[in-house]
């Protein structure tokens, strides 16, 4: 009964610190101004190699100069890059490249499109918050979340039978005394 009430602390205490990183990966770049990317090529590796956990802040389109990175959408918002500036006309449209390209990517990137700069970067951190890693995440906090309901319970309902059986020994006992 013992070893089942530690382990559910330490279940207990290993999901607050799990959710607490998790609440501050994903709050305080939001309350920093900025958001998260994960790169998902290598077109600008070694820089941000693929897997890559990007922190973009935003930026003007005014202040982004030739050979600063950007981060933008592409096709309507479904994907996002991160690539180099290498020429730029006026300040709506930004020709980029990535650099482990030798040449420079068809299309242009309009500064609507423009999610802004990275400022800080941790390599290879970005694969465990792929969607299907936050799934199984999800998944396992849901597991352990059952198994700490379950125990829980079971050690309430073990709990009732034995005041029960106080009390009844209680009143059994003043009744023999009068």
Same mark, same amino acid.
């Given at each position: 009964?013992?070893?089942? #009430? ?166 059994? #006992? ?5």
């Amino acid at each position: 009964m013992k070893r089942f #009430s530690r382990m559910g602390i330490t279940i207990s205490i290993g999901l607050i610190f799990f959710m607490t990183i998790s609440l501050a990966i994903v709050l305080l770049p939001h309350l920093l101004g900025m958001r998260f990317v994960i790169t998902q090529d290598d077109a600008m590796a070694p820089s941000y190699p693929n897997g890559s956990l990007i922190f973009v802040r935003s930026e003007d389109s005014e202040e982004i100069l030739v050979g600063d990175v950007i981060t933008y959408y592409v096709n309507q918002g479904e994907k996002i890059k991160t690539r180099r500036v290498v020429a730029k006309e006026g300040e709506e449209i930004f020709y980029t490249k990535g650099d482990a390209s030798e040449q420079m990517e068809l299309g242009l990137v309009s500064s609507r499109n423009l999610i802004g700069q990275p400022v800080l970067h941790f390599p290879y951190i970005g694969h465990f918050f792929s969607r299907r890693v936050v799934n199984i995440a999800i998944f396992v906090f849901w597991i352990f979340a059952g198994f700490l309901t379950f125990i829980t319970i079971w050690m309430m309902v073990e709990q009732f039978p034995s005041k029960a059986r106080r009390t009844r020994i209680r009143s059994d #006992s003043s009744e023999k005394t009068f």
